[in-house]
């Protein structure tokens, strides 16, 4: 009995021991993003109850690393649910990776989802083609939100989601948006502000907003009088019937935006 008690004495010694230092890692990890990651039963699938293990002891990284290549395989093979679960896996493990969000989603709203539309062989009708289509683009969609809840001040991921809401979801309004934040963020690009007004110009019912930005934009100089700026507020002054003496910019109004932005 007074073994027992010594034994278990000794552990709860340890334990007390072990508290500042657990606490510290806690507070640590939480620093670092990991405890809003969960390494749910997915996670514990695809590595292995070996990598798994390796997970939790600290070689995330790495894990995350060999996670990746299997995507890559996935990739190779046209294996859309299987590069899914493996980049979700991969994420989890390096939330603050931000390049893991930003490939996750690309790979799947572009490779994935253009994959499955031109695919005729294994899916003959057009109709569920598109359908697949569009939820591959949702699932890239949800990888760059769930991206930012681990990286809020990223522009580089803030900026994808506007260039997927632009150009795949044709959402101009929240694309729109999204490059607001992005132009917000630090070592945000230049031209964020400039497709802002691009994607909110866009927008029907919202051509007067579009207008005040992009005329506020030229008005700061040379540097933001790009071909595309031009285009668009002039196409924007003849629509909003703005007098000719107010007019910054009115020349003839090509057909279509230029290419250069």
């Known amino acids: 009995m007074r073994k027992v008690l010594l034994l278990l004495g000794i552990v709860l010694s340890l334990g007390v021991l072990k508290l500042p230092a657990e606490h510290a890692l806690l507070l640590e990890q939480k620093r670092l993003g990991f405890q809003m990651a969960r ?26 690393d060999i996670l990746w290549i299997r995507a890559g395989t996935a990739f190779d093979q046209t294996a ?22 930003e490939m996750a989603h690309f790979h799947m709203a572009y490779d994935a989802a253009t994959s499955v539309r031109l695919d005729e062989v294994r899916e003959p009708v057009a109709a569920l083609r598109r359908k697949a289509e569009t939820e591959y683009i949702h699932i890239g969609e949800a990888f760059l939100k ?5 990286n809020p001040d990223s522009s580089r991921l803030w900026e994808r989601l506007g260039t997927l809401y632009g150009n795949r979801l044709h959402d101009h309004a929240a694309a729109a948006e999204a490059f607001l934040e992005a132009a917000k963020r630090p070592n945000a690009m230049g031209y964020l502000r ?31 009088r790009l071909p595309n ?14 007098p000719t003496a107010e007019r910054v910019y009115s020349p003839k109004i090509a057909e279509e935006p230029a290419a250069v932005r």
């Open 80 to 101: 859309w649910p299987r590069m899914q679960l493996l980049l979700h896996s991969a994420t989890q493990l390096q939330p603050r990776a931000e390049m893991f969000w």
């Open 229 to 242: 700026l031009l285009k668009y507020l002039a196409q924007l002054e003849q629509k909003l019937a703005v």
């Open 146 to 150: 769930a991206g930012l809840v681990f």
């Open 194 to 224: 400039r497709f802002a007004g691009y994607e909110l110009a866009q927008v029907p019912g919202r051509e007067q907003e579009a207008y005040q930005q992009l005329r506020a934009l030229y008005l700061e100089g040379d540097s933001q």
């Open 39 to 64: 390494l749910h039963l997915d996670v514990r699938s695809q590595l292995g109850q070996t990598g798994f293990v390796a997970a939790l002891s600290g070689f995330r990284a790495l894990m995350a």
